[in-house]
């Protein structure tokens, strides 16, 4: 078999969680030698009322970027807006492929729009480096698509050891797989924390009171929840006269609803703040400053154990992930809240050590391990795959 050696290499993002978290090793592959790194901003970067993140990104010189447009006008992401959004978006995605000609890409978790991207790099005849695959949550539509871009991928970069063996499981070539550990490692050491003073000024944050962080996304396989959910965790913190800050929900079927709804429940509180969109900077440095993140978010299972901040998790959305000691599991209800805080209390007098045994996402350096394994990838002939059936 003819094996050709990558020097140059595709990224496809659709959102900015993904943007985020992938820029460090984007820019650590630019730096290489005889390695040209191509950036593709599409998908939810276009999205106005999620804050059209395409126009305040932060930009690597070294890195080309393209983009490819998408029409979110009278989209309230329902079901059936998605559908439609997801016919024109692999016409869009088709005929940059086919216009390119990339010979590898990467994508990052399991959007709808990584699994189209996915779709067509694989009708192309376009080998994937797929990072994050072989977790489960049990809430939403991401496993499906997870797991569907695994077996569309040849290289797997895995956050967590059991991700790794699920991905084997899935019957991928072992040798393939690799266990890097989460990217937001490095990417909060290579953060510049701002200091309290400066959030205050920024985001005019009453500093008499303790700040809470809230990222709430829709569980988009049973959503009856979440409205349910939403007022009881704002009554909750309301009462308890923290001020806080909400991000805004993710780009999922019944985004839309939720944001009006939090936006409606807050209307006439003074001490809520809702931010379309933070940044990397801004929401590492309020998570950090913050006395605990609630909400469903990834960033309650990953970001804030790796600060040793307590993370408030609620509901379905993130249920099978694998979790750290300072996560505290709720189901949302007004029970499940009352005597949170002094869980909380308790959790902040333990002094947890930042290692791969209470925190599974933790592994040294990933972004320069993931950068040597990428850049030592050579490209097959063709996209053939064979099934590893595990003995």
């Known amino acids: 078999m003819v094996l050709r050696k990558i020097n140059k290499i595709f990224y496809f993002s659709v959102s900015r969680s993904d943007y985020y978290i992938t820029y460090n090793l984007l820019s650590y592959l630019a730096s290489k030698k005889n390695l040209k790194i191509n950036t593709v901003i599409t998908g939810m970067h276009y999205a106005k009322i999620f804050g059209n993140t395409k126009d305040n990104l932060i930009h690597n010189k070294k890195i080309s970027q393209h983009k490819i447009p998408v029409d979110y006008k009278n989209c309230n992401f329902m079901d ?6 997801s016919t ?25 729009e990584t699994f189209l991207i996915a779709y067509c790099a694989t009708i192309y005849k376009i080998p994937i480096i797929h990072i994050h695959g072989g977790e489960l949550t049990l809430g939403s539509y991401d ?34 797989v690799f266990n890097i550990g989460s990217l937001s490692l490095d990417n909060i050491k290579k953060t510049s ?11 005019n944050i009453d500093e008499d009171k303790e700040l809470v ?31 806080v800050i909400i991000t805004a929900p993710g780009a999922d079927t019944g985004s839309s609803k939720l944001k009006k709804l939090i ?27 913050s006395k605990f993140l609630i909400g469903n978010s990834s960033s309650g299972i990953i970001e804030a154990p790796l600060l040793n901040k ?31 805080l002094k869980k909380i209390s308790k959790k902040e007098k333990i ?32 996209c053939i795959k064979k099934f590893y059936t595990k003995n």
């Open 80 to 85: 059936k807006d998605i559908l439609s959004i």
């Open 88 to 112: 024109k978006f692999i016409n869009s995605i088709s005929f940059f492929l086919k216009k390119k000609k990339p010979k590898i890409i990467i994508l990052f978790c399991e959007r709808y």
């Open 143 to 176: 496993d499906n698509f997870r797991h569907s871009i695994t077996k569309m991928s040849h290289w797997h970069l895995s956050a967590t050891q059991k991700s790794k063996k699920r991905i084997i499981q899935l019957g991928e070539n072992k040798k393939n």
């Open 193 to 203: 924390i701002l200091n309290y003073k400066i959030l205050s000024n920024k985001f």
């Open 213 to 243: 962080l809230m990222t709430y996304h829709p569980t988009t396989l049973n959503a009856k929840k979440d409205n349910s959910n939403i007022h009881n965790i704002i009554n909750f913190l309301k009462k308890e006269n923290f001020f």
């Open 263 to 289: 936006l409606h429940k807050i209307k006439k509180l003074k001490n809520f703040k809702f931010i379309n969109n933070l940044g990397f900077q801004n929401y590492i440095s309020l998570l950090k400053c």
């Open 310 to 340: 307590i993370s408030i998790n609620v509901g379905d959305r993130q249920k099978l992930r694998e979790i750290s000691p300072t996560i505290l599991n709720i189901d949302g209800s007004v029970k499940s809240l009352k005597g949170i």
């Open 351 to 382: 002094n947890f050590k930042i290692n791969s045994t209470l925190f599974p996402y933790y592994k040294k350096d990933p972004i320069k391990t993931a950068g040597n394994i990428i850049s030592k990838i050579k490209i097959p002939e063709n």
